[in-house]
């Protein structure tokens, strides 16, 4: 995402982070709602899901035809995999119509495939995953899904463009018709779980060729519907896809998901029949619905209440403070006010995973530090009179925190009973109400500090929790401080990192669980993070909406959807539903411009590689760049955006790369060196000069010192280099971070070396750059 | 005799004006001595007693959704609105009427510039306005206070300059100045007694409007943080359990209401007693 001139060759944690924290800010919006009190509706729970509970659906004989009105909360900012970020009540709903996965996650934790036809298949150190596609599936353009199509969708994940990156992916190579191997950057013994998200998500690459840009309102997947139209934040139609391969379904003719940003609205919508099927943050607002008869599922997977600690801000340092913190909160009482449930039964929490997550470990439990006053009264005491207390104040001074809230009524609530509990601890608490998108800035805080994102909080209310892999959860929550800005606790632990580096490397489920159950032991124990109970969404619809919770795996294993807090629309009808009188015709998008791609090195210039590669060998190494620095590639390479390069019809005969990175957050350094045909170097310099940095970096840039190409020789520093040179000095900003780049183009001839410094929260070194500009010079003139 | 004694009330100000009196007493009582009254802690959180229904025992107008209760958080929340009204408006009129005042008889440039400055105040939408620079700033009492004091001085200029303009008018300037008396001692001791006797009338007009407007705030969670009870917050908190208890949210909507209705009353009363006429505002 931040590189302009090539892919990421490691798992770029922090281009994840921007998407994910995204998804994190809004599940903490969703776990927001107001829930009733006190109440209990009728509903019964149903055994067979897993973290759900819900009303029971009466069976019947499926009916065909009718239209869904489906009352959403939000959207998606894109319908185009690469560049979207879904939630289950915005996104996931709509787009679990139009696409489907390779993969999806089942209820018990295993993942099953959908599109892909088998177990995908790894090699011994999980670092290559072979993928077979079920036959005869088309996209909604006709178009096959096949390897092909796998390969293809890889490239424009790789392109770029609003970028997620590919997600440790290296390289997608078609094996046969159906088969692909992902061969990723470093060993993913659960990669699987990526292809069962976003990623694995299939998606017509010759359409979204046609579409370019349009791509992200025009989606073409495999789903049991095909998307219609859009009118953003307010309708998106879908209809009943003619061609679908699970045969005799979808049932439904049509689905129009309707945008209703308030909870209330939404449900009173349901209850005048506007619309069908609703999603409501956990059961607020429920009970009365349920007493009219309306029907619910709940999950509770994901999205819990909880309450996280800067355990690097005194006195949240300080493990007793953290757990007196805990034990003053008694459950009960936050039951009465926030339930979890319609039955307002006590969900005591004591870790990421639900109790009936296959992740969860029970023994947890019994080292929680819940409610005891008298012991959090003890720990307050101590830490009070302790003369090495952390905080710096003298022994016997007041112990006063920090807590950090949003201003939603359920939150003012909890956090009214939570200050009340606390002071009677014995502690002193300075509250502050703050909007979400502050207080998440907060808790992330910034780039610029030491360590980088410590954050400017002591405790504040969160939502946490999580239904998949342990190994991304934990890796993100609690890797290095200075590198996962995912670490909202700043909290590091040898042994946990310990069992983390086990998740990674084992393939055996049985050594993967105990792995994960002993993190969740050290964190019940240290108490990085506080759970209040579990939370998660909830879809509310009318009694004539039926299999709403069903699911039938591909091979016919019965399962359902609301385990996993998905709604799969090919199973849902309508009780006293008829045919529709509607088109319901295939998509048939804009032929894809011709292909522009880049001649691999192997097949043009081969002679040409042999200098660039020489160029490469003299490129500057670690003994220039900052400490930390390592090399992270060098091979050969083609254009990260072709539909940015070649420009004006230019094509360079090969493109040969080299790069560094300093961790998670770079910098990212890097050449990459360009042979041309004759006379094309100079015009595809003067292109990249007209379009100032070019469409690859597709951040929020504003451009300075952008040189002309027609002085010919830029000065850098005192210095002159090649034939031409320009340098650019690129400020932009990325999910709120500052992203410093400069960017210098050489050219010698018929080549020309790109290269580029990328500084997250600061500006590259002047010293070094000169340095590492001068070591390319060299090189340059030395190879040529 | 009783009925005299309502003759003579009917022929003064009136009956409503004495009940509204009498209402704002018992505001101004609560607000004074509340602490002292034996009720119970009102930010003392008893979740497992939540919403109990008025007239229960023990708790008269029942609990709100953290078991609170509501009589000891309406007396409290009095405190909150006597404070953040008497001192917005006591600024205003005090701040307001001196500027209002001497631009309105010194007049030239300073009061043209004044008067600028005030129009364009009082085009912004006052509510937009408020609710941007407590999201600024940040809620607590001394900047809602300040803002809302800050904010409503214009209004009060505006008011002290059009009765200035009338006043200076009057015999009794004319006089001060045959005399030669200088014209800060003229603002001072002929105009402001005069301009103030009016401006409380306002003033008192306005104290409903600041509980209003506090309780807009606190609706819409820029008040002052909890557990401070405040009327406003008791009704947001109450519209949350609107369908299931209803009194959370009506009994400090009730008291809010009697008290802008009883300042309504009063300032009316006393603007007729004092035969105060705007046709000159």
């Not at chain 1, 207080?439 to 780039?447: E, L």
């Not at chain 2, 004074?32 to 229960?56: K, S, Y």
């Not at chain 2, 208890?245 to 009506?250: F, G, Q, R, S």
Request: net charge negative; charged share 20%; proline share 7%.
């Amino acid at each position: 995402m931040m590189n302009p001139g090539k892919r990421e060759r490691r798992r770029p944690a922090f281009g994840r982070s921007v998407p994910v924290l995204l998804g994190a800010m809004f599940v903490a919006a969703s776990c927001t709602s107001a829930t009733p009190v006190g109440e209990s509706g009728s509903a019964t729970t149903n055994g067979d899901t897993q973290a759900a509970t819900a009303t029971t659906e009466a069976a019947g004989e499926v009916q065909r035809g009718g239209k869904l009105t489906v009352g959403i909360v939000s959207e998606s900012n894109s319908w185009y995999p690469p560049e979207a970020e879904w939630a289950f009540s915005a996104g996931n709903l709509p787009a679990d119509a139009f696409y489907e996965n390779l993969y999806m996650q089942a209820g018990d934790g295993t993942i099953l495939p959908v599109l892909a036809d088998r177990a995908a298949v790894p090699n011994d150190d999980a670092t290559e995953w072979t993928v077979t596609l079920r036959p005869g599936i088309t996209f909604h353009d006709g178009t096959p899904l096949n390897a092909d199509a796998l390969v293809d969708m890889s490239v424009l994940w790789d392109e770029g463009r609003f970028a997620t990156p590919g997600e440790g992916i290296d390289k997608t190579i078609k094996v046969d018709d159906l088969t692909v191997t992902y061969t990723l950057f470093e060993s993913d013994p659960v990669f699987e779980s990526t292809l069962a998200g976003n990623r694995g998500v299939a998606f017509s690459p010759s359409a979204a060729r046609g579409y370019g840009d349009a791509a992200s309102e025009n989606p073409v997947g495999t789903g049991p519907f095909v998307f219609q139209s859009w009118t953003r934040d307010s309708e998106l139609v879908t209809t009943r896809n003619p061609n679908y391969w699970q045969e005799g379904q979808p049932y439904l003719d049509q689905i129009t998901f309707r945008v209703l940003t308030d909870g209330n609205s939404r449900l009173a919508s349901l209850e005048s029949g506007d619309i069908d099927l609703a999603t409501q943050g956990g059961i607020d607002g429920l009970a009365p619905l349920i007493d009219k008869g309306f029907l619910y599922h709940s999950y509770t997977g994901s999205g819990a209440g909880a309450i996280i600690f800067n355990t690097m801000n005194p006195p949240m340092d300080d493990k007793r403070v953290r757990r007196a913190v805990s034990y003053a909160i008694d459950p009960e009482d936050l039951n009465a006010i926030n339930p979890g449930n319609l039955e307002g039964t006590l969900a005591k929490k004591s870790q990421f995973y639900s109790s009936k997550s296959p992740w969860y470990n029970p023994a947890a439990e019994d080292i929680y530090p819940y409610f005891d006053m008298p012991q959090a009264e003890a720990l307050v005491e101590e830490y009070k009179n302790d003369p090495a207390r952390s905080d710096g104040k003298a022994a016997g001074e007041p112990l006063t925190f920090q807590y950090v809230c949003t201003p939603t009524p359920t939150n003012r609530l909890t956090s009214q009973l939570f200050i009340q509990a606390w002071e009677d601890a014995g502690f002193e608490i300075d509250f502050l109400e703050e909007e979400q998108g502050t207080m998440v800035t907060r808790v992330v805080g910034a780039p610029t500090q030491d360590p980088p994102f410590l954050g400017d909080f002591q405790a504040t209310c969160w939502a946490e929790g999580n239904d998949g892999d342990p190994l991304p959860l934990y890796d993100s929550r609690f890797g290095d401080v200075g590198s996962n800005v995912l670490n909202f606790t700043n909290y590091t632990n040898d042994d946990v990192t310990a069992q983390i580096d086990i998740l990674r490397s084992e393939l055996d489920p049985a050594v993967r669980y105990d792995a994960a159950a002993e993190i969740a032991m050290i964190l019940a124990d240290e108490l990085p993070i506080l759970w209040q109970r579990d939370g998660g969404t909830t879809v509310v619809f009318n009694e004539k909406v039926k299999s709403v919770n069903n699911f039938t795996w591909p091979d016919g294993t019965p399962g359902n959807t609301m385990d996993r807090g998905r709604v799969m629309w090919q199973e849902v009808w309508i009780d006293g539903a008829e045919p529709l009188d509607i088109p319901t015709g295939l998509i048939e998008p804009p032929a894809a411009p011709a292909p522009t791609t880049t001649a691999p090195p192997e097949e043009a210039g081969g002679g040409d590689v042999v200098v660039n590669d020489a160029i490469l060998a003299a490129l500057p190494g670690a003994d220039i760049l900052p400490a930390g620095v390592t090399e992270s590639a060098a091979s050969d390479e083609t254009e990260q955006c072709p539909g940015a390069s070649p420009r004006d019809g230019l094509s360079p005969i090969s493109i040969t790369a080299k790069s560094f990175s300093g961790g998670d957050f770079g910098p990212f350094i890097g050449t990459m060196v360009y042979e041309f045909p004759a006379g094309e170097a100079e015009q595809y310099m003067a292109s990249y000069a007209a379009n100032a940095v070019g469409p690859c970096v597709s951040y929020n840039t504003t451009t300075s010192g952008g040189a002309p190409l027609s002085q010919a020789v830029v000065v850098i520093d005192g210095k002159s280099y090649g034939d031409a040179t320009a340098r650019y000095t690129i400020r932009g900003e990325t999910g709120g971070f500052p992203v410093n780049t400069e960017l210098v183009l050489i050219r010698s001839g018929d080549r020309m070396i790109r290269a580029w410094w990328i500084a997250v929260g600061g500006d590259p070194d002047p010293a070094m750059f000169t340095a590492f500009v001068d070591a390319i010079d060299a090189a340059v003139t030395s190879a040529s | 005799m009783i009925s005299r004694f309502f003759q003579r009330i009917n022929d003064g100000l009136g009956l409503l004006f004495w009940l509204a009196a009498t209402w704002l007493i018992v505001v101004l009582f609560c607000a004074a001595f509340g602490t002292l009254l034996p009720l119970p802690d009102p930010d003392r959180t008893q979740p497992r007693f939540a919403l109990q229904p008025v007239l229960t025992k023990g708790h008269v107008l029942g609990t709100d959704p953290l078991g609170r209760d509501i009589l000891s958080r309406v007396i409290a929340g009095a405190r909150v609105s006597v404070i953040i009204s008497v001192v917005a408006v006591t600024v205003g009129v005090v701040v307001g009427g001196i500027i209002g005042t001497t631009v309105g008889y010194r007049k030239g440039l300073l009061e043209r510039v004044t008067m600028i400055i005030t129009n364009v105040l009082l085009s912004f939408p006052s509510l937009i306005l408020l609710l941007g620079v407590i999201g600024m700033v940040g809620p607590s009492l001394k900047t809602i206070t300040t803002v809302i004091a800050v904010l409503s001085i214009p209004a009060y200029i505006r008011f002290a300059r059009a009765r200035t303009l009338s006043l200076s008018e009057e015999g009794f300037v004319d006089a001060a100045e045959m005399f030669g008396t200088r014209k800060r001692v003229i603002v001072f001791r002929e105009l402001l007694p005069n301009v103030f006797a009016t401006l409380m009338t306002f003033g008192l007009l306005a104290l409903g409007g600041v509980i209003v407007a506090e309780g807009t705030l606190a609706f819409l969670g820029l008040s002052i943080p909890p557990p401070t009870a405040t009327w406003g917050s008791m009704i947001a908190e109450g519209k949350s359990v609107i369908d299931r208890a209803l009194h959370v949210a009506i009994v400090p909507s009730t008291v809010m209401f009697l008290t802008v209705l009883s300042l309504n009353l009063v300032g009316d009363g006393l603007r007729r007693h004092f035969d105060v006429r705007e046709t000159a505002i």
